[in-house]
């Protein structure tokens, strides 16, 4: 049986991503941000697709601590039941603040939550994303176009704005799947960075008011369903071929000319140090 | 030179706490939660690569402050600047609270503040300027039902702070009190400022904005910050109305902003 691991799964793109996974009878492998969120999500799936393996795992992803205790929680969940074998991780789960905020480990939260989170939960998954040949998605968005990483001050801490914020952790997650092929590709493992579209989902909504509130509620009416979205990740994670870096729906997609080997590495030093890593 | 900020686990310590590596000085930092005082450091260290000490403990409790000076000592920290983050605070009306939790707020936010203030005051080099933020509020600055416990103690650090920098001047001490709004610190402040509505969001002010304006002002010898056009507005106008009046307008505003809160936190 295959198995997919999928971050923020429990609403907007990551929940379509489960459904279209149970429904090819992967073993499905969802986080959530808390145990009741989760367990809604666990129990409408397994309402639509009776007989499906769907397992729900609660972490709180601006933490972490909480990341490497899902990681030993994931890893031995897929050595004792699925032979060790990851056929595909999503790092979809992503948010969006009003303000400048700080997680615990005292890093700025979209950068942390964005960013951060699906490096760290990427590296505690490798052994077993190369035991299957597995594949890595990162959701990345077309607003990663026509912006820069702040290298001087990636965690914003000054003139903070939103949405800047949110396109330069974007910009990251390319950048992050670039650095990852260049240094696993041979390993069998590979990552993708996926634009979405605009998809008609609450990411504006939560934590957020006023102005950012009002303009995503009109603004998400003209994106798609969240199920059209997911059909991209479900054609880069089952298609032979795919050996670009960037996807969309109609296929493989034009990214910043930011996204290079020297950024790219550049990002990858840095994760590295603010993870306590050495990926 | 190393800075000693109190509860620096969280929200605006925790802001100060990176502030301060960013200027490159040395940290001292305690906080009662020992577990999210040692994620914060190393979260710390790792980006700025400054030397971060922590000693967790209660400040209320006075052994526990000696044995905080006495650390600082043995290590040969020399302190050059101190931040009283550390408050407390409990929403609902004063005879919906036990009387322990309105007296841990006087406790912490000014018995513990003072403990501290007077023992760091030990630690400093002779020889340098000495600086000292107290973290009071926007709340001091007016009477406010359903938060008045608060308010007041609040008020006490304003008007302590003041008297404090005037007598500690010859010394080369130099005081600062900073009278914040709202703040983007937790997940529930950021709630709390949503259910305030445009008010809540018209007296918030970006943390990163007033913690490097604060230490700023505070080296520069600065006695008072109060954040934000809207706020020194507010200041203003609380100066032309009797206290009466404003006590009755804010209690209405409380009453709407806590009947939000409670159903938001419900859903």
């Given at each position: 049986m295959k198995t997919i691991v999928i971050t923020g799964a429990t609403s907007g793109i990551g929940y379509a991503v489960c459904r279209a996974f149970a429904q090819m009878r992967w073993a499905v492998l969802g986080v959530g941000r808390s145990e009741a969120t989760c367990g809604a999500a666990e129990r409408k799936l397994r309402e639509e697709f009776p007989g499906a393996d769907i397992r729900f795992f609660p972490c709180e992803l601006s933490k972490q601590t909480e990341i490497i205790r899902l990681g030993e929680t994931l890893t031995k969940t897929l050595r004792d039941d699925f032979g060790g074998r990851l056929d595909a991780l999503v790092n979809n789960a992503g948010c969006v603040r009003n303000y400048y905020t700080t997680t615990e480990d005292g890093y700025e939260t979209v950068f942390a939550v964005n960013h951060l989170a699906a490096f760290l939960l990427t590296e505690q998954l490798l052994p077993a994303l190369v035991e299957a040949g597995g594949r890595v998605l990162v959701t990345s968005s077309q607003s990663h176009l026509g912006t820069k990483v702040r290298w001087g001050d990636v965690m914003l801490t000054r003139r903070y704005r939103p949405l800047f914020a949110y396109k330069q952790s974007k910009l990251c997650n390319l950048l992050f799947a670039q650095e990852f092929n260049r240094r696993f590709a041979q390993s069998g493992v590979r990552c993708y960075g996926i634009d979405p579209g605009l998809v008609n989902t609450g990411i504006g909504e939560k934590n957020t008011s006023g102005v950012v509130k009002l303009f995503w509620r009109f603004h998400k009416r003209r994106g798609v369903s969240a199920d059209t979205s997911a059909k991209t990740y479900a054609h880069v994670i089952t298609s032979d071929d795919a050996d670009s870096l960037y996807y969309g729906q109609r296929g493989p997609q034009r990214f910043s000319r930011q996204v290079n080997g020297e950024n790219a590495k550049r990002l990858w030093a840095l994760s590295d140090r603010l993870c306590g890593t050495s990926f | 030179m190393f800075?000693?900020?109190?509860?620096?686990?969280?929200g605006l310590g925790r802001a100060f706490a990176l502030e301060c590596a960013r200027r490159g000085c040395g940290l001292y930092v305690t906080d009662?939660?020992?577990?999210?005082?040692?994620r914060a450091a190393v979260g710390i260290r790792r980006q700025y690569g400054v030397p971060v000490e922590t000693y967790a403990c209660?400040?209320?409790?006075?052994?526990?402050?000696d044995g905080l000076i006495q650390n600082a000592q043995d290590k040969g920290i020399a302190i050059g600047m101190l931040f009283n983050v550390a408050g407390l605070d409990f929403e609902g009306a004063f005879q919906k609270r036990s009387f322990n939790d309105l007296a841990s707020i006087l406790r912490v936010n000014i018995e513990a503040t003072l403990r501290i203030t007077h023992k760091a005051l030990k630690l400093r080099d002779e020889k340098r300027d000495f600086y000292i933020v107290f973290v009071s509020s926007l709340a001091s600055l007016y009477p406010i039902p359903l938060k008045a416990t608060y308010a007041a103690s609040k008020r006490f650090l304003l008007d302590f702070s003041i008297a404090l920098g005037e007598e500690l001047k010859p010394q080369g001490v130099h005081v600062l009190a900073l009278?914040?709004?709202?703040?983007?610190?937790r997940e529930d402040c950021l709630q709390a400022i949503a259910a305030q509505g445009f008010w809540g969001n018209a007296t918030t002010n970006a943390i990163e904005t007033v913690v490097c304006r604060t230490v700023s002002k505070s080296l520069r010898g600065k006695t008072l910050y109060i954040p934000g056009l809207v706020n020194n507005l507010l200041r203003f106008g609380a100066r032309l109305v009797p206290p009466s009046i404003i006590a009755r307008m804010l209690h209405k505003r409380w009453l709407q902003a806590q009947q939000q809160w409670l159903s938001i936190g419900n859903q």
């Open positions: - | 800075v000693l900020i109190t509860g620096a686990s969280g009662i939660d020992a577990q999210g005082l040692e209660d400040i209320t409790d006075d052994s526990a402050v009278c914040p709004g709202g703040l983007s610190t």
